[in-house]
């Protein structure tokens, strides 16, 4: 195979990535949670350290949402999940 074939081969996107679209976890602002439980919720479900979640809790506070998570739905909705089960509202995009 020659050169110009293999390039190709490399930038043609593969099956996997045409199906599996990356998604995200928007959460939402309400006026029910608090600072705190919106940062241990993120740090404890999504994996932040303290100040990424901190971060987006502004973030959701201000701009009334923020990605919070992003990979395949099969991660996220479980997460997705946890998060509304702790009173958060949160939807997958």
């Known amino acids: 195979m020659d050169t110009e074939h293999q390039i190709e081969e490399l930038l043609a996107p593969s099956t996997e990535t045409l199906t599996e679209r990356a998604r995200e976890i928007i ?42 998570k992003r990979g395949s739905f099969e991660v996220l909705n479980p997460m997705r999940t946890a998060l509304c089960d702790r009173g958060l509202s949160a939807d997958i995009q």
Request: aromatic share 4%; hydrophobic share 40%; charged share 20%.
């Open 27 to 68: 959460l939402h602002n309400d006026d029910v949670n608090t600072f705190e439980h919106v940062i241990v919720s993120l740090m404890e479900i999504c994996d932040h350290d303290p100040i990424q979640a901190e971060q987006c809790a502004m973030l959701v506070h201000y701009n009334g949402k923020c990605s919070v």
